[in-house]
């Protein structure tokens, strides 16, 4: 098995880049750099989860989580607890009330952290044709959150997020839908051929 230890670093350095002083100014200010930096750290902890579980797996400890793991494809903690949580957060409410109070940013940011270590976890069980099926899922919400953002704010005037300007939700929603147009075809493609389908 292929040595798990890079991504413990590579976590630990994405998950400093998105949560330090700087770019926690940033993202209060600009909320492109706020769903970046979210994203930065959601995926950092995600490689650190992902260490965790070879680790466990490697040393025979927390049998009973793996194998449960293992059975459920990762899909329970990856999509059924991580998701949920990471979804939570970006509900106009708890979105706004993390940007205007310190101790909800703080929460969020905690919640992003476990919520990143369990998905990794969850990864961790995948086969490779849930990986390609996950990463255009994920990829293709993107996508259709950012066409819902453009229809509200370039042709309704609706702001979702209010702690942001208009503007700034319209430019965020150009950014997301950039992000996620070129890889949710790329893994749509992958995991039908992963399925022998194509």
Do not use: C, H
């Amino acid at each position: 098995m292929k040595d798990k230890k890079p991504y413990l670093f590579i976590g630990i350095a994405m998950i400093v880049a998105s949560v330090n002083p700087a770019s926690l100014i940033l993202a209060s200010q600009l909320e492109i750099v706020r769903f970046s930096f979210d994203m930065t750290l959601v995926w950092g902890a995600g490689l650190i989860g992902i260490w965790i579980a070879d680790y466990l797996f490697r040393q025979g400890k927390m049998k009973s989580l793996l194998s449960f793991n293992f059975s459920t494809r990762g899909l329970v903690l990856a999509w059924g607890i991580a998701g949920v949580i990471i979804s939570y957060w970006y509900f106009p409410g708890p979105f706004d009330a993390s940007v205007i109070s310190s101790i909800m940013r703080t929460a969020q940011l905690l919640s992003f952290l476990v919520a990143g270590v369990i998905g990794g976890v969850g990864w961790y069980g995948m086969t490779n044709t849930w990986k390609s099926i996950s990463m255009f899922s994920l990829f293709s919400m993107m996508a259709s959150m950012a066409e819902i953002f453009l229809e509200l704010g370039a042709y309704y005037n609706t702001n979702l997020y209010s702690s942001y300007s208009l503007q700034q939700f319209t430019d965020t929603a150009y950014f997301l839908f950039a992000m996620a147009f070129a890889p949710s075809t790329f893994y749509m493609v992958k995991w039908l051929k992963d399925l022998d389908l194509f």
